[in-house]
């Protein structure tokens, strides 16, 4: 099963921007729709934007669109959340995901998770 690190996680005020990468841990030839999901202190763990394989649609909650970008880069396998107009309320362990099955809003129809990265904004 394929593996993800995420990365580019950190503090920033709010305002701010962050982008996070998410790319697997082994070589892989996989091309399967990605996504972004969050988990803030106390709550369970929650969609922000997702991308099909070859990049053409993507989607969003409503909480960020307009500004947050997902946006993958096939020739380096790797997926990418630009995060703009940082709020506080966007504090969360941030989760790449891959391979949905059914309803990309759903965590649990996702096929295989990173471990996370840390987004904390101060206001």
């Known amino acids: 099963q394929v593996q993800l690190l995420e990365s580019g996680g950190g503090s920033v005020q709010a305002g701010g921007a962050l982008r996070l990468s998410c790319a697997p841990s082994?070589?892989?030839?996989?091309?399967?729709?990605m996504g972004w999901f969050r988990q803030p202190p106390g709550k369970e763990r929650e969609f922000v934007a997702a991308?099909?394989?070859?990049?053409?649609?993507?989607f969003y909650d409503a909480s960020v669109k307009g500004r947050f970008t997902i946006s993958r880069d096939n020739a380096k396998n790797t997926v990418y959340l630009q995060m703009n107009n940082l709020k506080p309320e966007d504090t969360a362990v941030y989760y790449c995901?891959?391979?949905?099955?059914?309803?990309?809003?759903?965590?649990?129809?996702?096929?295989?998770w990173g471990q996370g990265t840390q987004v904390t904004v101060s206001s």
């Open positions: 991308i099909t394989s070859s990049g053409a649609d993507t």
């Open positions: 082994e070589r892989t030839s996989s091309r399967d729709p």
């Open positions: 995901a891959g391979d949905p099955d059914g309803n990309y809003r759903d965590a649990a129809d996702w096929g295989y």
